[in-house]
C-alpha cells in the first residue's frame, strides 16, 4: 500500500510539472509608468529573463517570460543613463545600454545591477547612439543614427575600470553607405559565422552589409524592395526587420549580399513598435507608441509577444 502510494503521489507531481510546463505564457508584458515611450530590448539568452529600457528616463525594466508585469530593475537617472536605447545581454551576463544623444554606453552586471564600466564618445556634436550588437568575438558594435560612423567596444575592454572612450571603428565616408537628412543608421545585427554586420538605413529603407575583416560596405539588393527598419533580428539567413507598421520577414543570400522580402505581417496588439527579440520561440515586441508623445498614450506600455512570422 506505501509503494502505491508513493506512486500516486510521483504520478500527480508528474502531472503537475507537465500542466505547468505547459502553461501559455503571456501575450503581453506591462511595464509600469505614465510616460515609458520603450524602445530597446534584450534577452538574456538560457533565462526567463529580458530586459527594456525607457527612453523618457532610462529606467530599465525586467521581465520574466513567465510573468505578465516587468519590474523596475535600475532606476532612471543613474550613472548619467537618463535614456535608454539599444541594448543586448552578452555571454557573461552583462546588460549593454546604448544611451542616445547622450554619448554613451553602459555595461551592467545583471546578476547584481551594479555599474561595470562606462563609455563614452566623447564628441560635442549631433549624435544618437542608437543600437547595439554582440559579435562572435564579443566585441559590440553601437550604430549612431546622427554621425557616419560605426562604433566599436573590444570585448576586452567590458570590464570593470575607468570610464572608456568609444572610438570609431568605420567611417562611412567614400562608401555606398551616405548619410541623409534625419535618422540614418538604426537596427544592427551579426552573422552566426562572425564574418558579417548588416545595418538598417532607416531614412532610405536600405540595408548594408559590413565585411567585419576588410571593413567593405556594400547594400544589399533587395531587389528594388524599401525596408525602412528599425530593429532587427538574425535568424541563420533570415532577417526580421521592425518597418512599421509591419514586421518584415527577409531571405538573404549565404554571404548576405542580397535578399528577397517574403513576408510583411503585424498584430492587432502593436503600437508603433520599435525592437524585436526571439526568447523560447516567441517574438518579443516593444510597443513604443512615440506617435503619441507630446499626447496622451494609451496605458499601460507594454511587450507585445506574438508567433514569429
Not at 32 to 61: C, H, L, M, N
Not at 100 to 118: E, I, K, M, N, W
Not at 149 to 163: D, F, K, N
Not at 205 to 230: H, M, P
Request: proline share 6%; net charge positive.
Amino acid at each position: 500500500m506505501k509503494t502505491l502510494s508513493c506512486l500516486i503521489v510521483a504520478l500527480a507531481a508528474g502531472l503537475l510539472a507537465a500542466v505547468g510546463a505547459s502553461a501559455p505564457k503571456p501575450s503581453s508584458y506591462v511595464l509600469p509608468g505614465a510616460a515609458v515611450f520603450p524602445e530597446g530590448i534584450a534577452y538574456q539568452k538560457g533565462t526567463d529573463r529580458f530586459y527594456v529600457g525607457s527612453t523618457t528616463d532610462g529606467t530599465i525594466f525586467r521581465g520574466d517570460l513567465n510573468s505578465s508585469t516587468t519590474t523596475v530593475f535600475l532606476p532612471g537617472g543613474t550613472d548619467g543613463r537618463t535614456t535608454a536605447i539599444g541594448m543586448k545581454v552578452d555571454r557573461r551576463g552583462r546588460l549593454i545600454v546604448a544611451g542616445g544623444g547622450t554619448g554613451l554606453v553602459f555595461v551592467y552586471d545583471t546578476a547584481s545591477g551594479t555599474l561595470v564600466r562606462r563609455f563614452t564618445s566623447g564628441f560635442a556634436g549631433a549624435q544618437f547612439l542608437n543600437d547595439l550588437v554582440i559579435g562572435k568575438n564579443g566585441d559590440v558594435y553601437v550604430t549612431d543614427s546622427l554621425r557616419p560612423v560605426l562604433y566599436r567596444i573590444p570585448a576586452e575592454a567590458i570590464r570593470s575600470g575607468p570610464q572608456g572612450t568609444l572610438e570609431p571603428w568605420l567611417s562611412f565616408a567614400g562608401t555606398p553607405l551616405v548619410y541623409q537628412a534625419g535618422f540614418n543608421l538604426n537596427g544592427i545585427v551579426a552573422s552566426p559565422n562572425g564574418k558579417y554586420l548588416v545595418v538598417a538605413q532607416s531614412n532610405t529603407g536600405k540595408l548594408y552589409r559590413i565585411e567585419i575583416a576588410t571593413k567593405q560596405v556594400v547594400e544589399i539588393d533587395l531587389g528594388g524592395e524599401s525596408v525602412a527598419a528599425d530593429g532587427l533580428w538574425l535568424r541563420g539567413r533570415t532577417l526580421y526587420a521592425v518597418a512599421r507598421p509591419d514586421i518584415a520577414k527577409l531571405r538573404l543570400s549565404g554571404d548576405l549580399s542580397s535578399g528577397e522580402v517574403v513576408s510583411r505581417s503585424t498584430h492587432p496588439s502593436l503600437a508603433f513598435p520599435t525592437t524585436i527579440a526571439i526568447a523560447r520561440g516567441r517574438m518579443l515586441v516593444v510597443n513604443s507608441q512615440f506617435d503619441k508623445r507630446g499626447g496622451m498614450p494609451v496605458l499601460p506600455f507594454t511587450v507585445s509577444s506574438i508567433k514569429v512570422p
